[in-house]
């Protein structure tokens, strides 16, 4: 295990820690907000953690699932993360500590990501040293572009992602410490999907404010 899969093995720990001392958590993609519902079961309190989602179904099929319509003070918003200007981000601009971007950048090309990096920049807390952009993608050992898929999606290894992160950088004048691997976790690569490619591999990255 590499320094860097070592010291983001202890992420969620670490997550959990600083949310139940009043940081606010966005989760971008957030589907059904089964990772918004597991951290309060783990005992964040949900008025800290937004979920964005592109599709509104998703978020009335996770309330139907879990039941707790009424019960749940997370708050669900129905969004796309590449339209920054949409008037559904106003009050989300600047107010948060941590956003995950869980399962969604290989669904993005190259000039996409640096966009949606560019955006939950701006949804963070401004000038604020510590606060994160964390997630998992579907990766690749090699690094590469779809040119076949008509939207050219990005599937990164760790030195991919830290150009994309690098560039990030140089657009935004900000500083970020990247930290980034990829593994065989989720079951990406087990063979029983006819479109597997042994080289899919899973990106996690942990990207903090210096
Ligand atoms: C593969 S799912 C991952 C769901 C969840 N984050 C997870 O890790 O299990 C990707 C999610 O991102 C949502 N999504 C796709 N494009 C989006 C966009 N432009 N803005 C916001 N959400 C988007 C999809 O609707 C879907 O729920």
Not at 30 to 54: F, H, M, S, W
Not at 149 to 173: M, P, Y
Request: contains cysteine.
């Amino acid at each position: 295990m590499t320094p860097e899969e070592q010291s983001m093995g202890d992420l969620y720990p670490r997550l959990l820690d600083r949310l139940k001392a009043g940081d606010r958590f966005l989760d971008v993609g957030c589907c059904l907000g089964q990772d918004i519902r597991k951290l309060v079961y783990d005992g964040v309190p949900g008025e800290n953690l937004v979920g964005a989602e592109l599709n509104a179904g998703f978020i009335d099929v996770g309330y139907e699932l879990f039941g707790d319509r009424d019960t749940l003070r997370a708050q669900f918003v129905v969004a796309n993360v590449l339209e920054e200007d949409a008037p559904v981000w106003k009050d989300l601009h600047s107010q948060f500590d941590v956003v995950q971007l869980g399962m969604i950048l290989h669904l993005f090309s190259w000039e996409e990501q640096v966009k949606v990096f560019e955006h939950a920049i701006k949804l963070l807390k401004p000038g604020k040293k510590g606060v994160s952009i964390i997630g998992q993608a579907v990766g690749h050992l090699l690094s590469e572009a779809h040119p076949a898929n008509r939207k050219n999606t990005f599937r990164h290894n760790a030195e991919s992602f830290k150009r994309l992160i690098d560039q990030v950088s140089t657009k935004t004048g900000t500083q970020w410490k990247v930290e980034a691997s990829v593994d065989e976790g989720l079951s990406i690569y087990d063979g029983k999907r006819t479109w597997d490619d042994p080289n899919t591999r899973r990106l996690l990255f942990e990207v903090e404010r210096v």
